[in-house]
Structure formats: structure tokens, C-alpha cells
T-cell receptor, first 111, second 110 residues
Framework: QKEVEQNSGPLSVPEGAIASLNCTYS??????FFWYRQYSGKSPELIMS????GDKEDGRFTAQLNKASQYVSLLIRDSQPSDSATYLC???????????FGSGTKLNVKP | EAQVTQNPRYLITVTGKKLTVTCSQN?????MSWYRQDPGLGLRQIYY???????DKGDVPEGYKVSRKEKRNFPLILESPSPNQTSLYFC?????????FGSGTQLSVL
């Protein structure tokens, strides 16, 4: 089993809808999780981090962590075409010296 | 402007010809790391360096070397590249928990 797993998609949602991106992780990964957004041909950029069970909101983005189920999700409300990108889930360990990334979920937001 | 600079952006080479991909940062970060990104496999860590004195292997270090002689530079060296090292490579620094990535180097080994 990979340390962090994601559905590769693509996930297509209409503009204005909620996009739900999911990620599961193995016991090897610590309890710190991150969502990176990667536009085509560009480098990843951090959009959310979450460390505690529950929800964390930042603007239109909400990260959710369920440690019992080893499950992390990212909700994007009021999705915009500019949100179309690949979203990478990552888990950190060893004081953030090592990170495990999922393969990414491609999101398409249709106007 | 704070940035992580990689060079070259694109590189085509042949099997066995030694190459170096450079990485330089102007953010004064202690930590630097190299990743490769392959379709379906995501980003995988090659090496990381906590500071100029400490460098350690990531998950896929075979066939790669790194050097950290000074804080700002962290070159990736392929002594004898093979076709399975064809990939998109990213250098990154870290501040607290946040990674800052360079713009990437697309390497093709023929």
C-alpha cells in the first residue's frame, strides 16, 4: 500500500458547485497533512494544511481530517474554472523532513 | 523576489552521460529537497538536506547524488543517467511545514 493514495480523476464539476477531493493514508504517515495545487506545467503550491481531527476552513477551501478512518479531504465551495488543476495530498513526518505525496486528483471545473 | 531557481528547465541527454541539475534559493532556508514526479506515481522524494551538514536519502535515491556545500545551493547529480530516470524533477525548500518548489526540470534520457 502506498503511504498516501488519491483517486486520479479527472473529477468534473460545474462552476459554482462543491468539489470534493479525497485522500487516504497508511500508518507510516504522521498526522500532519497538506493539500497542494498544481496547475498544468507549473510547480505545486500549498493551499491548506491540517493537523487535528475535524475541519479547517480558509475562504472557499475546507480541509477535513478523520484520523480513525485515516482519511483526508478537501472541499472547494463555489468552484471556479480557475480552480481547474491537479490537487496533491501529502503527509509529513520526521519533523517535516520527509513528505509522502499522493498521485494527485485532476479537477476540471466547467463554466 | 523570494524564489527557488532550477536550471535547466528542459534537458535531453543520452544514457551514461553525467549531468547536473542546479538548484539555488534566496530565502535563506536551511532545508532543501529534491523530488521527481511521474504520472500515476506522484511526487517522490529523492534526497533532502536539513542543513549544510546533514543530507539524507528520501524514498528513491538510487542513481542520484546530491551536494550541499553552501546553504543556497543543492545540485542534483546523475552520474550515469538511464532511461528510467526520465522524469520531471523539482527542487524544494521548506519553511516550517510549507514547501516552496522550483519551476521544475523536465529530463529525458534517451
Amino acid at each position: 500500500q502506498k503511504e498516501v493514495e488519491q483517486n486520479s480523476g479527472p473529477l468534473s464539476v460545474p462552476e459554482g458547485a462543491i468539489a470534493s477531493l479525497n485522500c487516504t493514508y497508511s500508518d507510516r504517515v504522521s498526522q500532519s497533512f497538506f493539500w497542494y495545487r498544481q496547475y498544468s506545467g507549473k510547480s505545486p503550491e500549498l493551499i491548506m494544511s491540517i493537523y487535528s481531527n475535524g475541519d479547517k476552513e480558509d475562504g472557499r477551501f475546507t480541509a477535513q481530517l478523520n484520523k480513525a478512518s485515516q482519511y483526508v479531504s478537501l472541499l472547494i465551495r463555489d468552484s471556479q474554472p480557475s480552480d481547474s488543476a491537479t490537487y496533491l495530498c501529502a503527509g509529513g513526518l520526521y519533523n517535516f523532513n520527509k513528505f509522502y505525496f499522493g498521485s494527485g486528483t485532476k479537477l476540471n471545473v466547467k463554466p | 523576489e523570494a524564489q527557488v531557481t532550477q536550471n535547466p528547465r528542459y534537458l535531453i541527454t543520452v544514457t551514461g552521460k553525467k549531468l547536473t541539475v542546479t538548484c539555488s534559493q534566496n530565502m535563506n532556508h536551511e532545508y532543501m529537497s529534491w523530488y521527481r514526479q511521474d504520472p500515476g506515481l506522484g511526487l517522490r522524494q529523492i534526497y533532502y538536506s536539513m542543513n549544510v551538514e546533514v543530507t539524507d536519502k528520501g524514498d528513491v535515491p538510487e542513481g542520484y547524488k546530491v551536494s550541499r556545500k553552501e546553504k543556497r545551493n543543492f545540485p542534483l547529480i546523475l552520474e550515469s543517467p538511464s532511461p528510467n530516470q526520465t522524469s520531471l524533477y523539482f527542487c524544494a525548500t521548506r519553511y516550517n511545514e510549507k514547501l516552496f518548489f522550483g519551476s521544475g526540470t523536465q529530463l529525458s534520457v534517451l
